[in-house]
């Protein structure tokens, strides 16, 4: 088992465990000042159903791509390139899109929930209710976990390595800030994981990248199009020139090479088309992070910029 190959899945479980553990560190904070701990029970219910619902998810999938080779065991060399193109995708704007928002909502996060959490106690249903909220929290982070490990070329034991240590971390952070009344700057970590996540992501758009033109040079090989799709580079299809080859001397399946490849998304060949959607991830998706990062940062300075305006 390789294990530089289980830091990504890591990386992200960690992150998203964090999330999930935050969310459930505040309700069960909040039903404690309420003088509620009946109401415990409901969201451990939550956390156990959220954890068995992505396990099912990832299950379902895998069995589904079990069947689909089984089905078209002539499309191996389509099929898994698709694949790889269709998890990639969602992946990607799940998990930018996740981490935009987290960074927006990181100020106000527990005060919609201690909202939420008044608003359940309400209710006569009130531990259906926190049962939702931290089973729906849960299943989140999980779904979007799960979408990232259909897109890494690992074993099943670098997969469930990776998601252990990250659980791990994930409780370990948990019970330290909410059981024994650990200090840790929350802040910083989710800026490190944040930067972290975005040269994962970054990785899989190379990937997609690569798998498109994998498909493009195998439908340019079926007899049955009479076009070639592929527009003439020597090494190729449409991904433009060779950029760079470091294969012979920084190969990205050897140590040093795997772990610059599985945390910065570097590879030992990168063709021009690659080169350029990786900048445009950082400059449109990076940026955006960075900005959103400094106003969540310095919220004074920014009413003060708006204010005059008003």
């Given at each position: 088992m390789d294990i530089a190959l289980a830091v990504p899945t890591?990386?992200?479980t960690l992150r998203e465990g964090v999330e999930a553990a935050l969310v459930v560190g505040i309700v069960l904070a909040c039903l404690s000042k309420a003088e509620k701990p009946h109401l415990n029970q409901w969201v451990f219910g939550g956390v156990a159903a959220g954890l068995v619902g992505s396990i099912l998810i990832g299950s379902?999938?895998?069995?589904g791509l079990q069947q689909l080779q089984y089905v078209m065991p002539n499309a191996q060399g389509l099929l898994k390139p698709i694949l790889g193109i269709l998890f990639?995708?969602?992946a990607v704007?799940?998990?930018?899109?996740?981490?935009?928002?987290?960074?927006?909502?990181?100020?106000s996060l527990k005060t919609e929930i201690n909202q939420t959490v008044s608003s359940a106690l309400?209710?006569?249903?009130?531990g259906l209710s926190l049962f939702s909220l931290v089973c729906i929290a849960v299943l989140r982070e999980g779904f979007e976990t799960v979408l990232f490990l259909f897109t890494q070329p690992q074993t099943l034991g670098s997969?469930?390595?990776?998601?252990a240590i990250g659980l791990f971390g994930a409780t370990l952070i948990g019970f330290g800030l909410f059981r024994w009344g650990i200090r840790i700057n929350l802040g910083l970590f989710f800026q490190v994981m944040g930067v972290l996540l975005l040269l994962i992501i970054a990785g899989l758009v190379v990937s997609l990248c690569r798998n498109v033109d994998i498909i493009f040079a195998a439908l340019s090989q079926l007899s049955s199009l009479p076009l070639d799709l592929c527009l003439g580079f020597e090494q190729s299809c449409v991904l433009g020139p060779l950029v760079w080859d470091?294969?012979?001397s920084l190969p990205d399946k050897q140590f040093p090479g795997v772990v610059l490849k599985v945390l910065l998304g570097y590879r030992d060949r990168i063709y021009l088309v690659q080169l350029l959607a990786y900048a445009l991830f950082w400059l449109v998706i990076g940026s955006r992070y960075f900005r959103t990062l400094n106003r969540s940062m310095n919220p004074g300075k920014q009413a003060t910029s708006v204010s005059p305006s008003a």
């Open positions: 890591a990386i992200v379902f999938l895998g069995l990639g995708s969602i704007i799940m998990l930018s899109w996740m981490l935009l928002w987290m960074t927006r909502q990181a100020k309400a209710n006569e249903a009130a997969s469930l390595l990776g998601v470091t294969s012979q």
